[in-house]
């Protein structure tokens, strides 16, 4: 009996471990901008779904006299005629520091205006995975 138990015991592990197991995740980097003010980013095309995950930090502003220096957001244009893009084309945090992430369901070409007198960064992926993508309310800013 202990020995079937044993056997019960590693197929459900092994059965469990399979149908457990997510696809591989694969992203596409279209962009990466970084600076420490306000600037247009260079163009990039998505093909397909793809998010954007932005982080920004003042402490810096701060320290080189710009002690109000707080809060990040951006435009997202399309490139091709330089209208605002129709899937959540503004974005504005508040706060010294933070980070996120929007989503964006439509492919195309497009650009963004950065609005910041910090140091910040944004990245455009596109890709697929098993897991679902964060809503376009994530982001924190202290």
Known sequence: MRHMLRLLAVAVIAATSACGSA????YDLLNVSSSSNAMMTDSFT???TWSLT???DCAK??????PNASGFGYVLYNADDDS???ETPKVDRHGTKGNGTVPY???GQYYLQISTPCEWQVTAVTGTSS???PSSRAGSGT
């Open 61 to 66: 502003a701060r320290v080189r006299g710009n």
């Open 131 to 133: 897991t679902p993508r």
């Open 46 to 48: 998505a093909h397909s």
């Open 23 to 26: 696809k591989p995740v694969s």
């Open 105 to 107: 369901q439509t492919p």
């Open 84 to 86: 605002t893009a129709y």
């Open 54 to 56: 932005y982080q920004w």
